[in-house]
């Protein structure tokens, strides 16, 4: 038992160390809205710097009557309809990307905002995002 407090005590210990030597400085937030179904939007046409970007699915449809899902990932992520679908250049696209749907909410560890697209099923669902460094 002694053992165990001392793991448990030793653990605690390094989160907080962790945590007291992670400060951030800047913080930053908005919204990016998938216009056109199945065509990915960059999160920003800008380089901003981020050390950490939590991202949750979100609509500006007026009524919502379904799940938002959407993925997330470069510019190659793909929400892909049901399993693939065809795109203007004749190819098919599978799903790609880190999927975040209704009252989810995902970290992704990236150094640049303008890394990161989102992708949709619906026209007019996406994501907010909140961004530290």
Same mark, same amino acid.
């Given at each position: 038992?002694?053992k165990? #407090? ?8 390094? /989160? *907080?160390?962790?945590?007291?030597? +992670?400060? #951030?400085s800047?913080?930053? +937030?908005?919204?990016k809205?998938?216009? @056109? %179904?199945g !065509?990915? +939007? +960059? ?6 710097? /981020?050390?950490?970007? &939590?991202?949750? %699915? /979100?609509?500006?449809?007026?009524? *919502?009557?379904?799940? $938002? $899902?959407?993925?997330v990932?470069?510019?190659?992520v793909?929400? =892909? =309809? @049901?399993s !693939? &679908?065809?795109t203007?250049?004749?190819v ?5 990307? $880190?999927?975040? !749907?209704? @009252? ?13 697209? *989102?992708?949709? &099923? /619906?026209?007019?669902?996406? *994501?907010?995002?909140?961004y530290?460094?």
């Amino acid at each position: 038992m002694r053992k165990l #407090f001392l793991i448990v005590l030793c653990l605690l210990m390094a /989160t *907080v160390a962790c945590a007291e030597s +992670q400060k #951030f400085s800047v913080i930053g +937030q908005g919204s990016k809205m998938v216009t @056109n %179904a199945g !065509v990915p +939007q +960059q999160l920003s046409s800008t380089s901003v710097g /981020t050390s950490v970007v &939590y991202l949750s %699915a /979100t609509s500006t449809n007026n009524i *919502v009557t379904h799940d $938002i $899902i959407v993925y997330v990932g470069n510019s190659g992520v793909s929400a =892909g =309809g @049901n399993s !693939v &679908y065809p795109t203007t250049s004749g190819v098919v696209k599978a799903r790609q990307g $880190i999927r975040i !749907v209704s @009252n989810d909410t995902v970290a992704i560890l990236a150094a640049d905002l303008s890394m990161l697209y *989102v992708d949709s &099923y /619906t026209s007019n669902d996406g *994501v907010t995002w909140t961004y530290l460094n």
